[in-house]
């Protein structure tokens, strides 16, 4: 097994590390700078199908997509840990949520830090930053329902789907505006999740 991930904190690689330390996997990382010109190289285009960050290579098999590689490690290295299998109960919900921290959050949480800290201030549309921000609450406001007093977004027990919507709410944090967006379980849940050794190895 020779697994190598293109690390670039605070990116979506972060997911990616972040899985590989909860899972104890061997893993190396090759560090690339955030750089929109260089991801249209092609240099760097011939590393990323995608042009984009994270990358991920199993040998010689290059991977996309940060959520799916996280459950491909669990999966395919590791037993299923921190995963869920079809007859548990909770199927469902480790589906749900493992999706939604990237397909339901992300596009309101890129469009929040886009309009908050990406674009140059004279770019920045102000209707555009308060959609976000709605759409942002009212992912959070699910978050925060469904925490009730649970540790972990599945119940007790620590798993992929609290590294899908953990990084999304760090993005969020990054935006400078989760006071406003964040309940107080989401932002409890989200120190707790920070707290972690593998995330802070991850963010390093
Ligand atoms: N859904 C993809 C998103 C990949 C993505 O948008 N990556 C961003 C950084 S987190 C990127 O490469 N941005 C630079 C660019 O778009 O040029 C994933 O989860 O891996």
Not at 99 to 126: S, V
Not at 175 to 186: A, L, N, R, V
């Amino acid at each position: 097994m020779e697994l190598k991930v293109y690390h670039c904190p605070p990116t979506r690689s972060v997911r990616i590390v972040w899985a590989l330390e909860e899972l104890g996997l061997p893993y190396e990382t090759k560090r690339v700078a955030l750089d929109r010109e260089y991801f249209k190289t092609p240099e760097w285009r011939a590393i990323s199908p995608t042009g984009k960050v994270p990358v991920f290579y199993d040998g010689d098999r290059a991977l996309v997509e940060s959520v799916a590689i996280t459950h491909y490690l669990s999966e395919k290295y590791a037993g299923g840990r921190l995963s869920r299998r079809p007859t548990d109960a909770d199927y469902g919900e480790f589906l749900q949520w493992i999706h939604y921290g990237e397909a339901g959050m992300g596009p309101y949480a890129g469009m929040l830090i886009g309009q908050t800290r990406l674009l140059p201030e004279n770019q920045r549309i102000e209707a555009m930053k308060v959609w976000a921000l709605g759409e942002c609450k009212n992912a959070c406001g699910f978050i925060e329902n469904s925490l009730g007093d649970r540790p972990c977004i599945l119940g007790a027990d620590f798993s992929l789907a609290d590294i899908s919507l953990g990084y999304m709410l760090h993005l969020i944090r990054l935006s400078g505006e989760s006071k406003s967006i964040f309940g107080p379980k989401t932002a409890e849940y989200y120190r707790r999740l920070t707290g972690r050794p593998a995330w802070i190895k991850a963010t390093q």
